[in-house]
């Protein structure tokens, strides 16, 4: 069982000593996945807890909340991902201006020593925290000998060893690795984000180590797609994770009960029907006939997953064509899913 708290004064009294690293972990992609996995380790040998502190809301929505970056994954689903990994416990500290003001001693003191009990603490070359971001490697290198802890860096994975391929530099932590071509980079947010922009969700999953995935309430929509045969689960505007492309996608749809249904999805605005608001709709497929109308997921949390992108949004010149091409769509996808 993974532990998670939402503030260090609900950490046990009694509990560590730990392996503690702390971030924002934005997709937990293959590069955040590499170093949790080695934090595990270290925990296990040393008989430790492993522990990941992550940060709700992301710093950036904070400080400059005009040109934060949209979040890969919501908080639920990060949870989620970070369990699965294997950590013992995760504690979601609150991000606000008053967090940011804390000296790196005193997030170090207070946080990592006073609650967690670190007797290790795991950190990239390039880590910076505490106010006005002033803590870096070698300030969490001199308050572990000041307060008793070992400092462990650990560098995200890469083109070492997994050699991905793309244009441009990452974020921070996530710059070009020096490659044969120059082109491999390191596992990133930013890469992701990129990705799914572009409507490249087979990078996006390359890069996260599993499809991309939204989670929200499913609404009533138009009613556009059941009037012409292809009803659709719409999710709620406030639904979490990056929205990617416009276009038509194959991927599945996760019900409340746990169910995966295959399905053809759609995000954008309907251009054959003059929409305005972009939409993100999937449309279940594979199904009898007979229980189309029995289908009903309204009111329910799902989540969707996109695996491959079939095409762009396109404006088609009347419904009649748009059925046909979203026929079309429906064997493609079924084709893509279940090759795999």
Known sequence: MVHIWNDPSEVPADFGPSVVTFGNFDGVHRGHQQVLSQLIRVARLNHARAVAITFDP????????????????????????????????????????????????????????GSLKASHVVIGHDARFGRNNSGDLETMQDLGRKLGFEVLVISEFGSEGFPLHGEGHGEGHSEAHDGDDGKDRRCSSTWVREALREG????????????????????????RGR???FPTANLASEASGYIPADGIYAGWLVDQ??????????VGSNPTFDGVSRQVEAHV?????EAVEDFDLYGQTVVVEFVARLRGMVAYRG??????????DVVQAHNILYAR
């Open 227 to 229: 009037d012409l045969g």
């Open 285 to 289: 497929i594979d199904r009898p006939e």
């Open 257 to 266: 009960a746990g169910t995966r249904w295959p399905a053809a999805i759609s």
């Open 58 to 113: 992301h710093p950036a929505q904070v400080h400059r909340p005009e040109s934060a970056p949209e979040l890969i994954m919501g908080l639920e689903d990060k949870l989620v991902a970070l369990s699965e990994l294997g950590l013992d416990a995760v504690l979601v500290m609150k991000y606000s201006l008053e967090l940011a003001s804390l000296t790196p001693e005193e997030f170090v003191a207070d946080v990592l020593v």
């Open 200 to 223: 490249d969700v087979a990078t996006a999953a390359a890069v996260l180590g599993r499809s991309h995935r939204m989670r929200g309430e499913v609404v009533h929509g138009a009613a």
């Open 319 to 328: 419904p009649e064509a748009l059925v046909d091409q979203m026929r079309l």
